[in-house]
């Protein structure tokens, strides 16, 4: 199945018969997304299928790392920036097809390399539900946990997501 990625519009993306399994990420899309990106929060974006029907969401929005790595710290710079997947949500219709690994490479990432053009960011990070599906998802979309912290984090590099978009744009 193919999927388009548009940027959220809370008038043309219907968003009242979503159901991702789960209730707050259900009402965060329903009632709180849009009041999001109005408060330049993060930004939104739709995953539709062929049919244009509203089969996903995901947020990206500025943040940063501390950078507690002394080996690679040489510069000094006491915070690493990066970009987070604050919100990755897709239809139970359509969970267990493979919806979630093809946005993922073919949406966050190329949003994501879009979206640096214009403020650098040096990786993209997510905090995962802790659970170990959720996680092993992640980790077969190539981020690596992070164990600096208490919650959970998970990232990959802008240059491992670069390598990943080239060797897609071969394939197609």
């Given at each position: 199945m193919e999927i388009t990625i548009e940027t959220f519009n809370k008038t043309k993306h219907n968003r009242d018969n979503f159901d991702c399994g789960n209730e707050p990420l259900n009402d965060y899309i329903k009632t709180k997304l849009s009041q999001d990106i109005k408060k330049y929060s993060n930004t939104g974006y739709t995953i539709l299928n062929k049919n244009k029907e509203a089969i996903g969401f995901f947020t990206l929005s500025q943040y940063s790392l501390k950078n507690n790595n002394t080996r690679n710290n040489k510069d000094g710079h006491k915070t690493i920036s990066a970009t987070l997947l604050?919100?990755?949500?897709?239809?139970?219709?359509?969970?267990?097809?493979?919806?979630?690994?093809?946005?993922?490479?073919?949406?966050?990432?190329?949003?994501?390399?879009?979206?640096?053009?214009?403020?650098?960011?040096?990786?993209?990070?997510?905090?995962?539900?802790?659970?170990?599906?959720?996680i092993r998802?992640?980790?077969?979309?190539?981020?690596?946990?992070?164990?600096?912290?208490?919650?959970?984090?998970?990232?990959?590099?802008?240059?491992?997501?670069?390598s990943i978009v080239k060797e897609l744009n071969k394939s197609n």
């Open positions: 604050g919100l990755f949500a897709i239809d139970k219709k359509f969970q267990g097809q493979g919806m979630g690994a093809k946005a993922i490479y073919k949406g966050v990432y190329f949003k994501f390399l879009e979206s640096i053009k214009i403020i650098v960011s040096s990786t993209l990070v997510v905090h995962p539900l802790s659970n170990n599906r959720v998802f992640y980790e077969n979309c190539g981020f690596k946990k992070l164990d600096e912290n208490e919650e959970l984090t998970m990232y990959i590099t802008t240059k491992d997501i670069t």
